[in-house]
């Protein structure tokens, strides 16, 4: 059951909280993570930490704009699972439209501010993100399970909104980080899928676990992925934008990657979606910290 309303007599603190909660601080993070790296590796020694901190404040914006607007549409559904009921808006702690003027002022905030701060193509990028995770993800989460890949398209792209702030352009380094933020999602989200997939069926979400009865299809996704996300991480090297010392650590992370996916592909239980999970969560901050180490 969704209650409409916050509780009276809530404490100023407890809103705080909740429009906190409405911005998912740990994705959010971690989307600033990768941007904040994206910009390093795109900037080199023309770093500019006025432009930075912009960057870090419109991705910010941005990421508590979009994943606001996303708990806002989907707050029924939320209501109906048992790890997203204790939500801000499932919960009756905000009303939906505090979260959607949030969410509207945080989207519209960003996008001005990579305008007029940053560039155009970093605000064309932004309006990508909103488009394409609000308006064209979030629906089709209940029409289709490989709503994922539409997903990771709009999820991988603080790698170029980082570049795009450093360099004002989408050379093909750029491209190959997108590909790793890109990649990096479908072993992430289908390890949660694995874990939460009866609480899917209850909100009417379509995932690949609870469709896929033999396994073959979700094990393809999991395993396909990551050796294509292996691949990816080695090619920075390739092309000059690393220092060989890179593939040192690259290559083992890479493996012990691969090896979770792999384990969790063919087994397929909850534990090993936790597994896989931590693995992931693990591995992508770890990778794009070794490349802001071994620039060339």
């Not at 059951?1 to 993070?29: C, D, N, Q, Y």
């Not at 690949?208 to 996300?229: C, F, M, N, S, Y």
Request: glycine share 8%; charged share 15%.
């Amino acid at each position: 059951m969704v209650v409409e309303s916050p509780a009276p007599g809530g404490s100023l603190w407890g809103r705080l909280r909740a429009f906190a909660e409405l911005t998912k601080p740990r994705i959010g993070l971690l989307l600033l993570a990768v941007a904040a790296c994206s910009y390093y590796l795109g900037a080199g020694r023309s770093f500019d930490r006025g432009r930075f901190a912009v960057l870090i404040a419109a991705v910010a914006l941005l990421a508590a704009g979009v994943l606001s607007l996303n708990q806002y549409f989907e707050r029924e559904r939320d209501g109906r699972m048992q790890r997203t009921r204790g939500r801000p808006l499932p919960s009756g702690r905000l009303r939906p439209g505090q979260a959607l003027w949030f969410g509207l002022a945080g989207t519209v905030s960003s996008v001005l501010l990579f305008a007029l701060a940053v560039n155009l193509l970093s605000a064309a990028v932004a309006v990508f993100t909103v488009v394409s995770y609000v308006l064209i993800y979030t629906p089709l989460k209940t029409m289709t399970a490989y709503h994922t890949t539409m997903g990771a398209l709009s999820g991988g792209t603080p790698t170029l909104l980082g570049w795009a702030a450093a360099r004002g352009s989408l050379e093909p380094p750029a491209w190959i980080l997108f590909a790793l933020l890109f990649l990096w999602q479908f072993p992430h989200f289908l390890a949660i899928n694995l874990m939460y997939r009866e609480d899917y069926a209850r909100a009417g979400i379509r995932v690949l676990p609870g469709e896929d009865l033999r396994g073959t299809r979700t094990a393809v996704a999991i395993i396909a992925p990551t050796v294509l996300l292996f691949a990816a991480s080695l090619l920075p090297v390739a092309m000059r934008l690393l220092n060989p010392i890179y593939l040192i650590f690259a290559v083992p992370l890479g493996a012990l990657f691969l090896i979770a996916a792999v384990r969790t592909a063919v087994r397929q239980e909850k534990r090993d979606g936790r597994f896989l999970l931590e693995a992931s969560v693990l591995y992508l901050p770890c990778i794009f910290l070794l490349m802001t180490l071994t620039l060339a």
